[in-house]
């Protein structure tokens, strides 16, 4: 079974719309997460943190559940320029001191108008 | 800018032959991975410095690929006798620390194409 897990997509969701990704990890002890996003051909930039209180920044929110070791994020009011790759992102169990970022196939959306 | 930069951008190169691609981190940052991305799928990592030293290199898929930070700020990825199967992006990162945020500076990547 692989660390990090998604539904690689793509979503094709027109403007406005909501949009949910979702994403599994098989390591019950791993520490840390977050969502990156990718766009095409470019390098792969954080764009959040997710918390088990749940984690809100602007249309995006990013929660985690870690009883079934699942990861969402939610697009609301879905614009053309959030078109990219969300990669799902876990730091597994604290073993050699540092954070080794362990980063799912990510999932693609397409926004259209 | 004062990014993370990648050189070359792309190579491409016929298999057997010798490769080294070179990350030149943010100024200050102690920490720098490399990660190599095949095409529809994520990052995966390969190594990580703290430093000069290798913390971790569990991620080189074999004794072909070696890495080195000298001098604790730029940073070499060498890779021997290449495969087609070695064709990817190679992407270094960096940050301040090795524990952190989980935010990772990524520079644009060297495109590897062996023939």
């Known amino acids: 079974r692989k660390e990090v897990e998604q539904d690689p997509g793509p979503f094709n969701v027109p403007e406005g719309a909501t949009v949910a990704f979702n994403c599994t990890y098989s390591n019950s002890a791993s520490q840390s997460f977050f969502w990156y996003r990718q766009d095409c051909r470019k390098e792969p930039k954080l764009l959040m943190s997710?918390?088990?209180s749940g984690n809100e920044d602007g249309r995006f929110t990013a929660q985690l559940n870690r009883a079934s070791q699942y990861i969402s994020l939610l697009i609301r009011d879905s614009k053309l320029s959030d078109s990219a790759t969300y990669l799902c992102v876990v730091v597994p169990p604290l073993n050699t001191g540092f954070q080794k970022l362990v980063f799912g196939t990510g999932t693609r959306l397409l926004v259209s108008p | 800018g004062a990014g993370v930069s990648q050189t070359p951008s792309n190579k491409v190169t016929e298999k057997g032959k010798y490769v080294e691609l070179r990350c030149d981190p943010i100024s200050g940052h102690t920490a720098l991975y490399w990660y190599r991305q095949s095409l529809g799928q994520g990052p995966e990592f390969l190594i990580y410095f703290q430093g000069t030293g290798a913390a971790d290199d569990s991620g080189l898929p074999n004794d072909r690929f070696f890495a080195v930070r000298p001098e604790g700020s730029v940073s070499t990825l060498k890779i021997q006798r290449t495969e087609r199967g070695d064709s990817a992006v190679y992407l270094c990162?960096?940050?301040?620390?090795?524990?952190?945020?989980?935010?990772?500076?990524f520079g644009e990547g060297s495109r590897l194409t062996v023939l």
């Open positions: 997710v918390y088990s």
């Open positions: 990162a960096s940050s301040p620390q090795g524990r952190g945020t989980g935010e990772l500076f």
